[in-house]
């Protein structure tokens, strides 16, 4: 029985790590969108989002399967209960590629301008926070996971910034609203991308420890 249990550990690890790389792919394309405007690119990413829905799907009945025939403890049990939640945050996220996708779409459709806001830098740093929570996962790398924890007081400020500048920019320019509010928008959806990567992150944290870090201060 351990061998087969093993074996279903390993499965489900490679099946969580093929859908942080398709989520991974999906946040890059969204971002390269938002500077592109490439609106094949952008009903790529909305038409195909039932795909991570599926893998989501078919990940969490896969641990709970192996939760109802073995009954693991111990780190066993850690790894299933991270897996699951690791799960959820990625499917969280490739939805919130999909909402800057939609929003490019507006915006492509309205008034535009300039944007008020450099969301190329914002841009990059939820992707290495991204990659930096799988990584640590990858490696059961705590240092790393402590660190994508730190990045996100940064991603907040930026979309207080982000905010503050849409706001400034409305009120000398109320013709173009809807193109500022939707790209104030995106700025909420990078933030929103930054939040679950500090939360795969805080799995992994709680997979190598055992210690739920959630609401501490970094």
């Known amino acids: 029985m351990t061998i087969h249990f093993q074996h279903e550990l390993e499965k489900i690890k490679k099946r969580i790590l093929a859908l942080g790389s398709?989520?991974?792919e999906r946040v890059r394309m969204a971002v390269k969108a938002i500077d592109t405007?490439?609106?094949p690119m952008v009903e790529q990413l909305?038409?195909?989002?039932y795909e991570v829905d599926e893998m989501e799907v078919e990940i969490e009945e896969e641990c709970l399967k192996v939760l109802?025939?073995?009954q693991p403890v111990a780190v066993d049990l850690r790894f299933l209960i991270s897996v699951?939640?690791?799960?959820?945050?990625?499917e969280r996220i490739a939805d919130e590629a999909v909402n800057i996708a939609q929003?490019?779409?507006?915006i492509h459709d309205s008034e535009r301008g300039a944007f008020p806001f450099d969301y190329a830098t914002m841009g990059e740093k939820v992707q290495l926070m991204l990659k930096k929570s799988l990584d640590a996962f990858v490696n059961l790398d705590l240092d790393l996971a402590f660190n994508v924890l730190t990045r996100d007081d940064e991603i907040d400020a930026m979309h207080r910034n982000a905010y503050d500048s849409a706001k400034k920019t409305v009120t000398e320019e109320p013709h173009r609203v809807k193109f500022f509010m939707n790209s104030y928008l995106i700025s909420r959806h990078l933030e929103r991308i930054g939040d679950h990567a500090t939360n795969i992150a805080e799995e992994v944290i709680y997979l190598i420890e055992g210690q739920i870090v959630r609401h501490e201060k970094f």
Not at 46 to 49: A, L, Q, S, V
Not at 103 to 106: G, S
């Open 84 to 90: 699951i939640k690791i799960n959820n945050d990625l």
């Open 46 to 49: 909305i038409n195909t989002d």
């Open 22 to 24: 398709i989520v991974e």
């Open 103 to 106: 929003r490019v779409q507006v």
């Open 37 to 39: 405007d490439d609106l």
């Open 68 to 70: 109802a025939l073995y």
